[in-house]
């Protein structure tokens, strides 16, 4: 039997797909390609071009690949646009979401591994954040993951599915083949290697007057390979007929936002110019995971997610992909 992962050309899901196929697991891609990329997924991966909604698409995948179990990554992810474009985010990642789940109830796929963020929390108050922190979130992204949060927990109440929802930090870094390819890419750790690569004369850094020891925010940074092989511990888990879960995939370790700039300054030999700007709005101060109850129920233990490892990994990937997987 099959897994079926939506959104598997995009960043996180493509290196979960190249995880699960190292472990020898039967994969099939479901991507609209709306912000991925062909090229991430191995051509001998089943792919099927086409939005994770479409409920007939889903059964006639399902119908060729009996599906055991749905990792589901498609999502659309900038918080900024989901802020201006709202109708956007409710339309792709609710709608879209809950057609999903209904073409998987209909196909008889009783396990979901969801990726769900940390923007759930909104501004908290306890650092590090655990799982059983208040969910409030500060934008439409965030509750648009909330949403199908509850929706998964309503569904393994009313109709037995069992689900583990992974509420990830921030992903960076890169395998070998895989790494960050995003246009327009929004996120802190490409952005400083593409200012040190010489492809932007700066980084941008948003606010430094923050409560935090040098004044910039400071975010957990998780390893994408780390978060990859998460999925895998969290697939086996429901495998073993364990109870639904939420789980907090971070470090428990929290950098400045300068702080990864000077790492990234000592990784690539480079100077990087910063250039501060206003505050964006709903940016809270810190967001680090407690990360406690994912070690005890999926004995995941991140390997890799050292600043320093993380930031060569897509450094290395960026020196052989220079335009990532070409144009987006
Ligand atoms: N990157 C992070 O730091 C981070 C943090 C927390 C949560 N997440 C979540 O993890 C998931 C993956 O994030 P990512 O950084 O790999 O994003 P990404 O944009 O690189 O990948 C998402 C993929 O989903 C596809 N997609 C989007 N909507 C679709 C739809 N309706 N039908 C079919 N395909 C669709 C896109 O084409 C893309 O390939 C997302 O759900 C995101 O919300 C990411």
Redesign the pocket.
């Known amino acids: 039997m099959a897994i079926l992962v ?10 979960t797909v190249e995880r699960l196929r190292a472990k020898d697991e039967s994969v099939v891609v ?8 062909r090229a ?1 997924v191995d051509p001998g991966v089943p792919f099927y071009h ?5 409920r007939a698409l889903v059964a006639s995948i399902a119908a060729e690949h009996p599906l055991e179990a749905c990792i ?6 900038y918080v900024g646009e989901s802020v201006s474009e709202p109708a956007k985010y409710f339309e ?2 609710v709608e ?2 809950v057609a ?1 789940m209904g073409a998987l109830r209909e196909a008889g796929v009783r396990r979901v591994v ?6 759930t929390y909104g501004e908290t108050k306890q650092i590090p954040i655990p799982e059983s922190s208040p969910q409030s979130p500060v934008n439409p ?1 965030g509750w648009s ?1 909330l949403f199908l949060e509850r929706l998964l927990d309503s569904y393994d109440l009313a109709y037995g599915l069992k689900f583990v929802s ?7 870094g890169a395998t070998e083949k895989r790494g ?3 246009d327009p890419e929004t ?1 802190l750790v490409p952005n400083v290697l593409a200012a040190a690569a010489g492809e932007k004369r700066e980084v941008s850094v948003f606010g430094n007057n923050y409560a935090t020891p040098d004044g910039t925010p400071i975010r957990d940074y ?1 390893h ?1 390979a780390d ?1 990859a092989d998460a999925h895998i511990l969290a697939l086996n888990y429901l495998r073993r007929g364990r109870d639904s879960v939420f789980l907090n995939l971070g470090t428990g370790r929290g950098y400045s936002v300068l702080e990864v700039i000077e790492c990234a300054r000592r990784v690539t030999g480079r100077p990087i110019n910063v250039r501060i700007e206003a505050p964006r709005a709903g940016d809270p101060a810190r967001l680090v995971a407690d990360a406690a109850r994912a070690q005890s129920v999926l004995g995941w233990k991140p390997a890799t997610s050292d600043l320093p490892s993380i930031l060569r990994s897509q450094w290395e990937w960026k020196q052989k992909h220079p335009r990532g997987y070409g144009p987006a």
Do not use: M
């Not at 086409?50 to 479409?54: E, S």
């Not at 992974?166 to 960076?172: G, H, K, T």
């Open positions: 939506t959104g598997g050309a995009g960043y996180i899901g493509s290196v479901l991507d609209d390609l709306a912000r991925g990329h991430a086409g939005r994770v909604g479409d589901h990554f498609a999502a659309l992810a792709n990642n879209q979401g999903l969801f990726s769900s963020t940390c923007a992204y993951k992974l509420r990830y930090f921030n992903a960076s960050e390819h995003h996120h998780v994408v978060l």
